[in-house]
């Protein structure tokens, strides 16, 4: 490897080889470091002694340097990304005009990964480090001087690694792609100044062993982007320049995608790099940003703001990738399978939301070829063409548009269409074939090689498709997937009007119409009003061949007219000459003649309907008065005919599809339905066709018992659904689709039976353990959350349905009907409970009264399953034992998809085990609220189950009733309880003394109130299994602790702690709640105090750890306690080795620049006089679970220490010791407080501390 010199850098003074090898030999001196010819010197029978004092010597100050080049990276090969980085962050000017600080890495250390020996020949300069697995790690700190055999002529520097043995050799092939993307960078930058700009690797390989030499290429596509509006790295400090000029907020995203020597993708799985390899996450290309890292740098934080700018500039940058692979001749039809795909990012949703965010952009981004080769279009625009509109030849039958084509090229591979399919590329639909048609069949070329040119089977192929096409809008029109009979205009007019009207010659009369067939259009919406119909599909319309249609332009007829319409001429009346009379004997004889319409009848009704239909301008809000005063008049005119003329006034509307007026859509076009898209009532239902109650709530003569319109019923509401099995709703549809379902389950006197037809219905709206929503059927397994803690804990595990304990509830008869009982979670979810080893106390009052209430219990057991032993059962439940303890744990067991799936929970609150001998010992928390809830809602079936031995979820929901009342209830009450749920009393003995069982509830009671509130405490009833302690429990001790000391206020001298004990005594209520108890237990007394002292120097060292200003220099060296080791539970800390050094103190801190001596004055511990000090600070952590008033310990040389510091500090030139004590109290109380005593003695003087000498106690008054 050779570096090239820096040119901004001023050079370096010049030394010849023997100035070099001096200072090479004094820096490996000072290290320690002693030649083989020195220690050949050394004396035989005291050299070993010498070089074992030397070893320790180094094992103790390299403890940290041995240890740097292991804690980020398990891979050998990672040495080369920290040189590479090492040469980037050489640009210091510019670094420094960016904004960055340098950063701590492993560096040229971790070369040592990867080689055992270093040698670095430079200028003047030959030495080498040498560090074997195993050594202190002084060696890579300790240059030793060698002379070559072959000298090194430079210019630049050689870096010669000798690797250890065990290396593996593909560990640097799989990071080629890596290391070319960060040489790309540094070749901007004047390092390796002859790499070519292009984007092309060769990496050559000799195998000594095989004698094989072999090159391999690659190449790069590289793609740059300046992501802008970025917040700031979370990680780092800027400065006031740094913050104006928000040079935080861009910052350049670089993506490479990796070709081979021919061109082609190449697909793997490549490395999101922030500066260094971060991980794999799912990308075919490379990623390199400013992110920000995890504290490891394995991973980035996912919360970051920066990162999700970031990742959306990332989408940006792709996008732009991606069009300029577009345009490369080879690239064009492969770069598709660079596209991250969501199945690839499932485990990462910080990743998989750029999926999404990509989508629409790329969808707009012109990349696609078409069939013609035209100018590239976005891939929303094209269309993937499926067989069958394709030739024999698998051309297509109908060529594509040349102004805005939609068929791709062929050269693109099924496989990539495929990944487009996720990205907005579609099949090409039936119904789009239209305009395609169109074209074809306007170009002369095509109409006559239809003829000439195409054989039978492009014909045939042209045909079915055509037909396919207008099948699908048949149906479309009909709001059927099977419309029966003949659709289309009828073939005369008198099956509609045969009421006495004859034909007359078409010469006798005219007629007059603005609209003729030919332009005139009927609104058909279907259930959404969106689909137009042409007037002729839906309506009968007659032109002057079809007088019977016609009326006389009488004045009556004219003004009844006007009463609706804007301009009578949309209705067909007559053109007559000059104006007529109403009633004008001439021409009501006229009319009869030729049998024209003149009365203002329900034909005019039905003509004035037709034109407000086709009026598509008419205003809304005339519409309403005018369509409800139209109904009525064509309802009573209908009531008017006698019963044989009616049939034909209903065949009348059913000509008429869309007649039913339900307002305006959202662009204000009126909204007509049929009569079968709408329901007159919907009955409670949630349902997606218009309910005419709502609407017409006074027309329902008209609408539901002239034209039929039928309520919604069980048996309507069950073919709706099947209907609409292929149709996948929304979660919120779906969910309206279950109320309805259940509002008609309940309401129904005529219950469907559940059929296979609904086992294909998609109505279950489910949340899958990814987090995706999905409507499912009711044949795929999910559960039914019936238990909100059961549905937290195994949501990332199974697949719930998204619905509230409420909506559950409400939705019972929904899941009765499916047969769905089972999947309830209360009925798929076992939890096993454990009672792990620890301190256990006999709960004598809840064993007494199970003892005296067995004969009833086991009454309840029998009265369930006959076959058991009544007396054995009351014999072994007389002999209960019932302890509280913190040590139940609990898992959760279900099986979803013939797979076992477990969670462990925790803490539980119930346990009962049966013993070898067949009693039972019950076990409860010791937090009396779960434990009372315990006993009221889990106890009652835990303990049925365990005494007829069966599973808790087939215990019946009236025993475990039964039982409950039993356990809540007076003795006295027991027999009465049993009778009045029909359970017969087997008047069973009660073997146990009653006195005998008040005696040890009345010890108990003593007991409780005489001993001290000390966690440690244990009674004679406590179960000590071994020597251990509950790390759970410790843990969140631990946890609250951190938390807690990061809000934490330093306290004022005045004192936090004493305000808040005067507010105290002074009894004055607050609405704070109360702290949460935070308890934890060990056998072990000695080593539980250990281990609050242990929290409680947690608790001063974050404390001092976040002081503002910080403290120079103070980090976990200062903290020289060898309990420290306990806090390594914490995950913060998991890292912290134990202390080995000398303890002279809980915390040491050298105040070199005065600052906590500053921060002490601010706070009233120092007056003025100590301005400017810097001190040695001895700090004593003093740790209680009680409150502040409770005693500690001080230990006589800790007392003296004290003492003569105090000395010395009274002397004004000898304040160069502080012995301060920080007192911690609640540990457990979660109310953590801290008082300080920065001059103890004086304290003690003032009265404020009382020490007692002879047993080493200091309590607080």
């Not at 790499?195 to 095989?210: H, I, M, N, V, Y």
């Amino acid at each position: 490897m050779e570096i090239g010199q820096r040119s901004e850098l001023p050079p370096l003074p010049e030394l010849d080889r023997a100035q070099a090898r001096e200072l090479v030999d004094e820096i490996a001196v000072n290290h320690g470091y002693l030649p083989p010819h020195v220690v050949d010197l050394i004396p035989d029978e005291i050299r070993a002694t010498v070089l074992h004092a030397l070893q320790k010597k180094d094992n103790m100050i390299a403890a940290s340097v041995s240890t740097l080049a292991q804690i980020l990276y398990s891979s050998s090969a990672h040495f080369i990304f920290e040189l590479l980085q090492n040469a980037a962050d050489n640009n210091y000017f510019k670094a420094l005009a960016e904004g960055h600080d340098p950063e701590k890495s492993i560096g040229f250390k971790s070369t040592f990964m990867a080689a055992w020996k270093v040698q670095i020949e430079s200028g003047p300069f030959t030495f080498y480090f040498e560090h074997q697995v195993g050594d202190s790690g002084m060696g890579m700190i300790t240059p030793i001087w060698f002379e070559p055999e072959n000298e090194f002529q430079g210019p630049g520097t050689r870096i010669s690694l000798y690797f250890h043995d065990n290396g593996t050799p593909d560990d640097l092939t799989e990071r080629r792609d890596e290391v070319i993307t960060q040489l790309k960078e540094l070749q901007g930058e004047a390092l390796f100044p002859n790499f070519p700009q292009g984007s092309e690797l060769r990496t050559s390989k000799f195998d000594a062993t095989s004698g094989i030499d072999s090159e391999m290429v690659r190449q790069f596509h590289v793609t740059k982007y300046d992501a802008t509006g970025l917040s700031r790295n979370e990680n780092r400090s800027y400065s006031e320049t740094e913050e104006g000029l928000a040079l935080y907020s861009t910052s350049r995203v670089v993506l490479a995608f990796t070709l081979d020597e021919n061109d082609e993708p190449i697909t793997e799985i490549q490395d999101v790099f922030a500066f260094m390899p971060v991980r794999k996450i799912g990308f075919n290309f490379l990623i390199h940003a400013d992110f920000v890292t995890q504290a490891n740098r394995q991973d980035i934080v996912w919360s970051s703001q920066r990162n999700v700018g970031l990742r959306k500039a990332i989408g940006q940058a792709l996008v732009k990738g991606i069009e300029e692979l577009a345009k490369h001749q080879t690239l064009q039809y492969k770069w598709m399978r660079y596209l991250p795909r969501e199945e690839s990012l499932n485990h990462s949703p910080f990743w998989k939301d750029m999926v999404s965010e990509i989508k629409s952009p790329l969808s707009q981004a012109q990349v696609l070829v078409p069939i013609r080769q035209a100018a590239r279009c976005p891939i929303q625009q094209m269309r993937q063409l499926e067989p069958r509109y394709l030739d024999k030849n698998g051309d297509p039958l109908i060529p594509d548009l040349c102004n805005s084509p939609m068929y791709l090229s062929k050269d693109y591979e099924d496989n990539d269409l495929n990944i487009l399919r996720e990205y907005g590329l579609s099949v090409l639909q039936v119904y789009e074939i239209y305009p395609i048609l169109s074209a074809m069949v306007q170009e002369q070329s095509w109409k006559e090689a239809i003829f000439e040119t195409r054989d039978e089977d492009w014909h045939s192929r042209l045909a079915k498709l055509i037909l396919a096409a207008i099948n699908y809008d048949m149906t479309q029109l009909s709001g059927s997937s099977q419309p029966s009979g003949n659709i289309g205009p009828p073939s005369s007019s008198s099956g509609l009007f045969s009421f006495g009207s004859r034909e007359t010659a078409d010469a006798q009369i005219r007629g007059n119409s603005n609209t003729g067939p030919s332009n005139i259009s009927l609104f058909a919406f279907s259930s959404q009003g969106k689909t137009t119909a042409s007037a002729t599909d839906d309506m009968k319309l007659f032109d002057h061949k079809n007088r019977e249609d016609a009326f006389l332009p009488f004045p009556a007829l004219l003004s009844r007219c006007g009463s609706f319409l804007k301009n009578h001429e949309a209705v067909n009346f007559l053109k007559a000459e000059a104006p007529l009379e109403d009633d004008d004997p001439c021409w009501m004889g006229f009319a009869k003649h030729f049998g024209i319409k003149v009365n203002d009848g329900i034909h005019l009704s039905v003509e004035i309907l037709r034109a407000l239909i086709t009026d598509a301008s008419a205003p809304a809000d005339s519409m309403w008065h005018s369509i409800w005063t139209l109904y009525n008049r064509i309802y009573a005119q209908y009531l008017s005919f006698d019963q044989k003329d009616k049939h034909p006034i209903k065949a009348l509307f059913r000509t008429y599809k869309s007649f039913i007026y339900i307002g305006e859509n959202k662009d204000g076009v009126n909204k007509w339905f049929k009569t079968s898209e709408c329901l007159w009532s919907a009955n409670g239902a949630i349902v997606r066709k218009p309910s005419l109650d709502e609407i017409y709530p006074d027309l329902k003569e008209f609408f539901h018992k002239f034209l039929e319109i039928p309520e919604l019923d069980l048996r309507l509401f069950y073919k709706e659904l099947v209907d609409m099995h292929d149709t996948v709703p929304t979660t919120a549809a779906a969910k309206d689709m279950l109320i309805s379902l259940n509002a008609m389950l309940s309401s129904s006197s005529d219950p469907v039976r559940f059929g296979p037809q609904a086992e294909r219905f998609h109505i279950f709206p489910a949340i899958l353990p990814n987090g995706t929503r999905k409507v499912l059927r009711s044949h795929v397994h999910f559960f039914i959350n019936d238990r909100r803690h059961y549905a937290e804990a195994l949501k990332d595990s199974l697949t719930i349905l998204d619905l509230t304990l409420d909506e559950v509830t409400r939705l019972h008869g929904v899941f009765e009907w499916f047969d769905l009982k089972d999947r309830y979670l209360s009925q798929a979810v076992v939890e096993k409970a454990r009672v792990k080893e620890g301190n256990y106390e006999k709960l004598n009052s809840l064993t007494r009264d199970l003892a005296l209430k067995a004969p009833a219990l086991v009454s309840i057991a029998i009265y369930s399953n006959e076959s058991l032993d009544p007396d054995k059962l009351n014999a072994s439940l007389q002999k209960v034992q019932v302890y509280v303890t913190d040590s139940i744990k609990s898992t959760l067991i279900a099986e979803e998809g013939g797979k076992k799936v477990e969670k462990f929970i925790g803490k539980s609150d119930l346990h009962i085990q049966r013993l070898d001998n067949g009693d039972l010992r019950i076990y409860l928390t010791t937090d009396e609220d779960s434990r009372d809830l315990a006993i009221a809602s889990k106890l009652p079936r835990e303990l049925m189950a365990a005494l007829l031995g069966y599973d808790t979820r087939k215990v019946d929901a009236t025993v475990f009733n039964i039982v409950a009342s039993i356990l809540q209830a007076k003795r006295s009450h027991v027999h009465q309880i049993l009778e009045l749920n029909g359970v017969p009393d087997l008047n069973l003995p009660c073997l146990v003394g009653e006195n005998y069982l008040a005696a040890e509830v009345e010890a108990e009671n003593r007991k409780m109130a005489i001993l001290p509130n000390s966690p440690g405490r244990s009674s004679q009833s406590s179960l000590t299994l071994q020597d251990t302690y509950d790390k759970d429990a410790y843990l969140d001790v631990l946890v609250h602790v951190v938390e807690a000391a990061r809000a934490h206020q330093f306290p004022t001298k005045s004192g936090e702690s004493d305000l808040s004990q005067a507010l105290n005594g002074l009894n004055i209520s607050n609405s704070k709640p109360k702290p949460k108890q935070l308890k934890f237990s060990h056998s072990n007394t000695d080593e539980w105090k250990q281990m609050v002292g242990a929290a409680g120097e947690l608790f001063v060292f974050e404390i001092l750890s976040n002081l503002d200003p910080s403290l120079p220099k103070f980090g976990r060296s200062n903290w020289q306690s060898v309990i420290r080791r306990f806090v390594t539970d914490h995950p913060d800390y998991a890292d912290m080795d134990a202390w080995v050094g000398e303890e002279d103190g809980d915390i040491q801190y050298k105040d070199t620049q005065n600052a906590l001596t500053d921060y002490l004055i601010e706070k009233g511990y120092f007056d003025e006089t100590w301005i400017g000090e810097c001190p040695e600070y001895h700090i004593e952590v003093k740790t209680s679970v009680g409150n502040l008033g409770a005693p500690f310990h001080m230990s006589k040389s800790q007392y003296n220490r004290m003492r003569r510091y105090w000395s010395e500090a009274n002397t004004r030139s000898s304040r160069k010791k502080v012995f301060a004590i920080f007192r911690v109290y609640g540990i457990e109380s979660g109310d953590i407080g801290l008082k300080v005593y920065v001059d103890a003695e004086s304290e003690s003087q003032g009265g404020n501390l009382k020490f007692e000498a002879d047993s080493w106690v200091v309590r607080a008054l």
